[in-house]
């Protein structure tokens, strides 16, 4: 664990901009691992009805693409932005491909997987689309595993626990 607070960790938007989660995210924040080759992939949509329907109440959605499962996000930094915005309509943001696992881990998720899901179980990533929902001061309050879907009935009640009224 670091002694630097999540919201401070530095991070690379897609487009390769420094950034950190208190600079993209003024409030709470969705971070999912995505991937555009994926059984799972459909997900992004409802991803981004999740970035429209709570953007306003201060909920960010942000999408981190890994190649580490399969080789399921295999593109270019352009590669990933036209097949999201294409095909899925995404307007959140997106980090540069990142490492989730492994001795390459990045910072951030070093931080996050070890937190544990509802069963419990903190370690490594399953796979792509596995969600952490960090309330507005920067905590991880729940993590989903890559089968819960981004609108199931648990997740809309965790996103609504940590917005404003």
Not at 49 to 57: H, T
Not at 63 to 84: D, K, L, R, S
Not at 109 to 119: F, H, K, V, W
Not at 141 to 161: G, K, L, Q
Request: glycine content about 10%; proline content about 8%; hydrophobic content about 40%.
């Amino acid at each position: 664990m670091t002694e630097t607070p999540l919201t401070d960790i530095a991070l690379a938007t897609l487009d390769g901009r420094s950034t950190t989660l208190a600079e993209l995210a003024g409030g709470a924040v969705l971070v999912v691992n995505v991937a555009s080759k994926c059984g799972l992939t459909p997900q992004y949509t409802a991803l981004e009805q999740l970035a429209k329907e709570y953007g306003e109440r201060g909920l960010t959605v942000i999408g981190v693409p890994c190649n580490q499962f399969m080789g399921q996000e295999p593109g270019t930094a352009e590669e990933i932005q036209t097949f999201c915005a294409t095909n899925y309509g995404v307007t959140f943001p997106l980090l540069a491909k990142t490492d989730v696992n492994g001795p390459d881990r990045h910072p951030l998720y070093a931080e996050l997987t070890a937190t544990p899901d509802d069963s419990g179980e903190a370690g490594d990533v399953q796979w792509n689309f596995e969600k952490f929902l960090l309330a507005p001061g920067g905590e991880v309050v729940n993590r989903f595993r890559p089968r819960t879907v981004p609108d199931a009935p648990e997740v809309i009640a965790a996103i609504e626990a940590v917005l404003p009224r």
